[in-house]
């Protein structure tokens, strides 16, 4: 396969666009893709979708893609401008960008995934773009949800928050969790941030609304029991946060005592945060030594990491009745173990119990499928209109 194929194939570049060069820079770790299209065709005015002919081309443009390996790469192309009778010349719109974007629809996707998972400068980082950059993406990514919402139609939504820096606090976001879109963004993470999605649906779109997988976060359970038909079989709490809220007991147990075992010059919880924060299967090769040594001992940190890891269990019961034999017999254990951050842990737990197994009608999670190394997972991601 000659590489322009290869490239018209992983851009999903389809005519009357074809790739004329691929360009690699291996010392700038480089690939530049040369985009031209097919003569004599007519263009859709943007405004009127009236066919017209070619008017002319503006300058040459670039658009950051998705890396190829580690190479940053970039489409070019000279886009072609038409002249409509009713709206003048106007410069046509490509399927691979929105007009006012510097990046693809498929890099933007990936960025507004990673930039839900992190801090904006973080994701900046990651990303290799800079902080305005990143906080243009995501403010697109808003305008493409408040554009969908008019023929919105989902089953199941997630909403979470996300820090966007000390200064900017905090956002709101509502995603339809099958389409896998962000299709709500507000400021804040109040009662009212997520209750202006709900004022915002119709009625029909409200029916068809399933289930939503949120945090424990009281503002959101106040807006969803207000607006959601039958939260109490709706709401799904969920397994990310509350598995957080455990590993952050682990935590405070395991500060707390090696704090005490320092006093006595004992350092058997020096350097274990992370060992104890992995799933146990996750652990890598190294650390194993040390946590057959935690498991083995009788300290506070390796019953608080064993109640953490079997709580994972919660979710693969395989069926509800199950899961509350087994939530019944973790809770006493729980209980019983008068560690107290794990014990409040499990007081959050029980009073949000019907919500979290409602998992087992829904089996929805807020966590997004990782979108990293797929162009295919990506390509829905862009599926915005
Ligand atoms: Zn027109």
Redesign the pocket.
């Known amino acids: 396969m000659k590489d322009t194929d290869l490239y018209r194939q992983i851009l999903g570049i389809e005519t009357p666009w074809k790739v004329a060069s691929v360009d690699l820079d291996p010392e700038a770790l480089r690939i530049e893709v040369l985009l031209t299209h097919k003569q004599g065709l007519r263009w859709a005015?943007?405004?009127?979708?009236?066919l017209?002919g070619l008017h002319d081309h503006a300058d040459e443009r670039s658009w950051r893609h998705l890396d190829s390996c580690q190479f940053q790469t970039f489409i070019r192309a000279r886009v072609p401008r038409v002249r409509?009778?009713?709206?003048g010349v106007?410069q046509v719109k490509v399927p691979w960008a929105e007009p006012s974007s510097r990046f693809t629809l498929l890099f933007e996707a990936l960025a507004v995934r990673v930039l839900q998972q992190t801090s904006v400068s973080g994701g900046a980082g990651l990303l290799r773009i800079s902080w305005d950059e990143a906080s243009k993406i995501m403010e697109r990514a808003v305008e493409r949800g408040l554009a969908a919402r008019g023929e919105l139609d989902v089953e199941a939504i997630g909403v979470d928050e996300k820090s966007v820096g000390r200064r900017l606090g905090f956002l709101t976001l509502v995603y339809d969790l099958r389409g896998k879109r962000v299709v709500h963004i507000r400021k804040g993470r109040s009662k009212k941030a997520l209750g202006s999605f709900f004022e915002q649906i119709e009625p029909h779109q409200l029916v068809r609304i399933k289930a939503m997988a949120m945090d424990m976060a009281k503002p959101f359970i106040a807006a969803a029991e207000e607006s959601l038909l039958y939260p109490e079989k709706q709401i799904v709490f969920d397994r990310f946060h509350v598995m957080q809220a455990m590993n952050k007991a682990v935590d405070e147990v395991r500060r707390a005592e090696h704090k005490e075992l320092m006093l006595q010059g004992d350092r058997s919880l020096a350097n274990t945060m992370h060992i104890l924060r992995y799933a146990e299967e996750r652990l890598p090769e190294r650390y194993a030594p040390r946590l057959e040594e935690l498991k083995r001992s009788n300290l506070k940190a390796a019953r608080a990491w064993a109640l953490k890891e079997s709580l994972r269990g919660l979710w693969g019961c395989g069926s509800l009745k199950k899961a509350r034999v087994f939530w019944t017999s973790w809770n006493d254990w729980a209980i019983r173990s008068r560690l107290a951050p794990v014990v409040k842990v499990a007081q959050m737990v029980k009073r949000h119990i019907t919500g979290i197994l409602n998992y087992y009608s829904h089996k929805i999670t807020n966590a997004v499928a990782e979108c990293t190394n797929g162009v295919g997972a990506c390509q829905q991601l862009s599926d915005t209109p």
């Open positions: 005015c943007p405004e009127c979708g009236e017209c409509c009778p009713d709206h106007r």
